[in-house]
């Protein structure tokens, strides 16, 4: 990461990366942040969110501190000293989020071999493939109490026959996204310029099975001042809310970025 946004950084946030400048022998935080500048939003967002948790925690705030951001194997890592079930969530979203996030530049971008060796996260411009939709972002719901009848919520672009029957696949094998997949093709229309973090939200959803500890998850997405924000009920312990937590504020990066 370039000199600017690592100085800002540690300027932001000096008792996280209290150890920045600390001995190789202590840290390997000396290092710096050892990624792409793409990333910087993912640690800022990620950083914010640990602040304003920790503000209400000074005993453990004290013992909260980074020894480690990286990238391995396309994705950030975010090691910390000592954590709550929150914070190694809010991390884990940010991790989960840099798959989709290309490391160079911070667009959307893919797991991928640029230069024929190391796997990272690009764009198309640094050397990524095209993007594709991660998931079809339109359902097909039946209308009647039978069955029988089908409509296809949110016909955008990609609901062509295939990629309803591609959907369909995909929620035999992931039944519980059944019920958000609606909510999500709504978000993809009233966001259109965040339908990509959107369609990596429920990509990541569906990979992590984050849904099959939480049997009466819920989730919806309200427009709050033209922010999709997560609005979770249910049965919701910590790490539940802080993924949502890191989910919401990084869309809401996001869409300032591209504004
Ligand atoms: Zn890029």
Redesign the pocket.
Known sequence: MNQDLDNYLIDKYPYIFRDRYASMRETAMCWGFACGD?WFDLIDVLCELCTRYLETRPELAKEFFAVQVKEKFGTLRFYVSKGTDYLFALAEAAEDLSEYV??????P?TICRPNGHWIQC?????G?PPLKPLVPPSVRVAIDQWGDEYVDLHPGPHADPKSLADLETYLQRRPEMRPLIPVFARAYETFPGVAWLLQAILQILGLTGTLKDHPDFALEIRDVRGDPVFEISGTIDDELRGTFDFYSAFLKRWREKNL
């Open positions: 793409g290309c490391e160079e530049c911070g667009a971008g690009r764009c198309p411009e640094h990524g």
